[in-house]
């Protein structure tokens, strides 16, 4: 195929989806910025040229097929598919009814499962890239995470079935754990305890940016990355390799 690439990112319109679709932009592709928060999604893409709106929800069939025809009809192709929007909800697992942990999988989930599916077709000609965004919530098990942890432990699943069953068809698929990020809603309800617990915690002695992240999206869907498929990287400043222990012993 020839022409500029395109890559399909959900959750677009803030945090590490919005991150994303600037540095594809910088890259030169051009960029189909899915989000169900159709305010919000105008005011991102706003200021941004070479993208297209796609004011849609990922949990619902009908408007994954619909996103997945308008950005053919825009664009003409689709190389990466970015699978970013989630939802968190956080409680106890007494306190987490089936409804509640529908809502999360439908997204975190679900999401993810019918827009890989619908976008196999545009991947397989292009011979494109999935990535998926789970978290170190998904490697680590952690209080108050029984439905947001479980959703993103199953999207790294999810992504080995996906590299296993599309390979042959060019298709790479890998999943992107980010560790604690320093975006503004996380800003607004971490304590400064909180904060400085992360902080012992991680070799790095620091929260990610949302850059550092939409840099190894990038990369594991551009050519750079060509021969890498089925793998789960954390991007975490190393809190998932630490042991116990580990903040005491460096002080």
């Given at each position: 195929?020839?022409g ?9 319109a ?16 051009r ?11 105008a ?12 004011p ?26 970015v ?5 968190a ?7 987490t009814?089936f409804?509640?942990w529908?809502?999360?999988m439908?997204?975190n ?8 599916q619908?976008?196999?077709p ?12 789970a978290s170190i919530?998904g ?6 995470r029984?439905?947001?942890g479980?959703s ?10 996906q590299a296993?069953?599309?390979?042959e068809?060019?298709?790479r ?5 980010p560790?604690p990020?320093?975006t ?6 971490h ?10 915690a991680?070799?790095?002695?620091r ?5 550092e ?11 750079d990355?060509?021969?890498v ?5 954390a ?5 998932e390799a630490?042991g ?5 012993l460096?002080g």
């Amino acid at each position: 195929m020839s022409g500029t690439p395109v890559a399909l990112v959900t959750g677009a319109a803030r945090g590490i989806g919005l991150a994303t679709t600037k540095r594809f932009l910088a890259m030169g592709w051009r960029v189909a910025m899915l989000d169900r928060d159709a305010a919000e999604l105008a005011v991102a893409a706003g200021p941004l040229e070479q993208v297209l709106e796609l004011p849609l929800d990922v949990s619902i069939p009908e408007e994954v097929a619909r996103a997945v025809a308008d950005t053919l009809s825009a664009f003409g192709r689709i190389d990466a598919l970015v699978n970013n929007a989630g939802v968190a909800d956080f409680g106890p697992i007494a306190e987490t009814d089936f409804a509640r942990w529908r809502t999360v999988m439908a997204t975190n989930l679900d999401g993810v499962f019918l827009m890989s599916q619908a976008c196999i077709p545009a991947l397989s000609e292009s011979r494109g890239a999935i990535v998926n965004i789970a978290s170190i919530s998904g490697l680590r098990a952690s209080t108050l995470r029984v439905a947001y942890g479980t959703s993103k432990a199953a999207v790294m699943h999810l992504t080995r079935q996906q590299a296993v069953e599309l390979g042959e068809h060019g298709i790479r698929a890998n999943c992107v754990c980010p560790g604690p990020v320093r975006t503004k809603l996380a800003m607004a309800v971490h304590t400064q305890a909180i904060i400085d617990a992360y902080h012992d915690a991680i070799p790095l002695n620091r929260y990610g940016s949302e850059d550092e992240i939409a840099a190894v999206i990038a990369f594991l869907c551009s050519k750079d990355a060509s021969y890498v498929t089925g793998q789960i990287v954390a991007a975490d400043g190393g809190f998932e390799a630490t042991g116990i222990g580990l903040p005491a012993l460096r002080g």
